[in-house]
C-alpha cells in the first residue's frame, strides 16, 4: 500500500460526458502527479501540482483540467469524453516539487471506460 | 519515437534464468527510476539513480546508470515468477520537472 488513494476504482460512461476522478496524496506529501496510461501509448504525464499551484504540465488534453484543494487532495476533470479517453488514470504523490529529486509513490489507478 | 526507448518490450523465461532490461535515450537525465507494476495496481519505486556510472542492488536486481546519464540497465540474477510484471524506467531530464516513462518491458517467468 503506496498510502495514495484514488476515487473511484472502475468508471463506465458514454462518450460527451464529463467525469471526475479523485486522489488522495499520501500524508505529508505536497505534490500530487496525473498519468494516463493506454495500451497504445505507455503512461504518460499529464500534470503536477505543488501545494496547491500547477508547477509543471505535460501532455493533457484542453478538454482535461486539474486542481489541487487547500487539504491537498486533487482532483482531474475530463469533459467531453470520446472513446479514446479510455485508460487508466493514475495519481502519484511526492514529498517536494522537484521530480528530479522526489520519488514518487502511487496510487492504485481509476480505469475509465469510455463507451 | 519514445525520449527513452525500453528494450526487450516482451521476455518470457525460465525460473532461475537470468536478464538484462535495457533503456536508451539521446537525452541526458537527471535523475533515472525503475518501476514494476502488476496488473490492476499502480507502479512501484524499486531504485533511484542519479550520479553517472552509478550501480544499485537489490537483493538479486542491479541498476547501472550509464556514465554520460542517457541510459541505464537492470540485471535480473535467477529470475523468480514472483518477477513477473512490466519494468518501466522514469526519467526527469536536466531542463525540466516532468518525469517521463519508457514504454515498458513485460516479463514473464515460468516455474
Known amino acids: 500500500d503506496s498510502g495514495v488513494t484514488q476515487t473511484p476504482k472502475h468508471l463506465i460512461t458514454a462518450t460527451g460526458q464529463r467525469v471526475t476522478l479523485r486522489c488522495s496524496p499520501r500524508?505529508?506529501?505536497?505534490?500530487v502527479y496525473w498519468y494516463q496510461q493506454s495500451l497504445d501509448q505507455g503512461l504518460q504525464f499529464l500534470i503536477q501540482?505543488?501545494?496547491?499551484?500547477?508547477?509543471a504540465k505535460g501532455n493533457i488534453l484542453e478538454r482535461f483540467s486539474a486542481q489541487q484543494f487547500p487539504d491537498l487532495h486533487s482532483e482531474l476533470n475530463l469533459s467531453s469524453l470520446e472513446l479514446g479517453d479510455s485508460a487508466l488514470y493514475f495519481c502519484?504523490?511526492?514529498?517536494?516539487?522537484?521530480?528530479?529529486?522526489?520519488?514518487?509513490?502511487f496510487g492504485p489507478g481509476t480505469r475509465l471506460t469510455v463507451l | 519515437t519514445q525520449l527513452l526507448e525500453q528494450s526487450p518490450q516482451f521476455l518470457s523465461i525460465q525460473e532461475g534464468e537470468n536478464l538484462t532490461v535495457y533503456c536508451n535515450s539521446s537525452?541526458?537525465?537527471?535523475?533515472l527510476q525503475w518501476y514494476r507494476q502488476e496488473p490492476g495496481e499502480g507502479p512501484v519505486l524499486l531504485v533511484t539513480?542519479?550520479?553517472?556510472?552509478e550501480v544499485k542492488k537489490l537483493k538479486r536486481l542491479t541498476f547501472q546508470f550509464g556514465d554520460a546519464r542517457k541510459d541505464s540497465s537492470l540485471h535480473i540474477t535467477a529470475a523468480q515468477p514472483g518477477d513477473t510484471g512490466l519494468y518501466l524506467c522514469?526519467?526527469?531530464?536536466?531542463?525540466?520537472?516532468?518525469?517521463?516513462f519508457g514504454g515498458g518491458t513485460r516479463l514473464m517467468v515460468k516455474p
Open positions: 539513480v542519479v550520479t553517472g556510472g
Open positions: 502519484a504523490s511526492s514529498e517536494g516539487g522537484l521530480a528530479v529529486y522526489n520519488e514518487q509513490f
Open positions: 500524508s505529508g506529501d505536497l505534490s
Open positions: 537525452s541526458v537525465f537527471s535523475s
Open positions: 501540482y505543488y501545494n496547491g499551484e500547477e508547477r
Open positions: 522514469a526519467g526527469v531530464r536536466s531542463a525540466g520537472n516532468m518525469l517521463t
